[in-house]
């Protein structure tokens, strides 16, 4: 009765261990035919590949966005030395106007005036070139952010490819 049994078990392992041969022989394995025979697997490769590339596309934003931002600042505070530059030389020239008007040299107060004039026009600008800086700055700070969203979600992107890629080779 034992010979019988271990007859039986011999069979059924042997025919187990041919329906898995067959099956690994005719594509359900990992071999190179299942890229050919899933087409769920070719889209999620293609999407693999799109998903890098956006990733790349977005790392290469974020470094622009990066310079852009470090450009701004720089900018941004020569601006603000410029304003502090030129309120000096306005306080300077309204000193030697106010001057030359007690020693009575009008024609030294006129040219002093024009410099203080002059001055005011650059201090508005310096001023409005600064609000557009902290503008830029603003709307770049904002890109960046986006920009590292994106990047992050490509990264998550990459990570379902690969695990639908996986899913599909293995038939899970």
Partial sequence: ???????????????????????QTSGGGTGTGTSTTNPDLKGDRKDLGQDKRDLNHDRKDIRNDKKDLHQDRADRNQDRRDINKDEKDLNKDRRERNQD?????TKDARKEQRD?????????SDKKDLRADNRDIRHDKKDLHQDRKDAHNDKKDIR???RD??????GK
């Avoid at 034992?2 to 041969?21: E, M, P």
């Avoid at 008007?101 to 040299?105: E, I, P, R, S």
């Avoid at 890629?165 to 293995?170: L, M, Q, S």
Wanted: glycine share 6%; charged share 30%.
């Fill in 1 to 23: 009765m034992i010979r019988r049994h271990l007859i039986h078990l011999l069979a059924l392992a042997l025919l187990g261990f041919g329906v898995t041969l067959s099956a």
């Fill in 101 to 105: 008007l007690k020693n009575g040299d």
């Fill in 116 to 124: 203080i004039n002059k001055d005011k026009r650059d201090i508005h």
């Fill in 160 to 162: 379902h490819d690969r």
């Fill in 165 to 170: 890629i996986h899913r599909d080779k293995h």
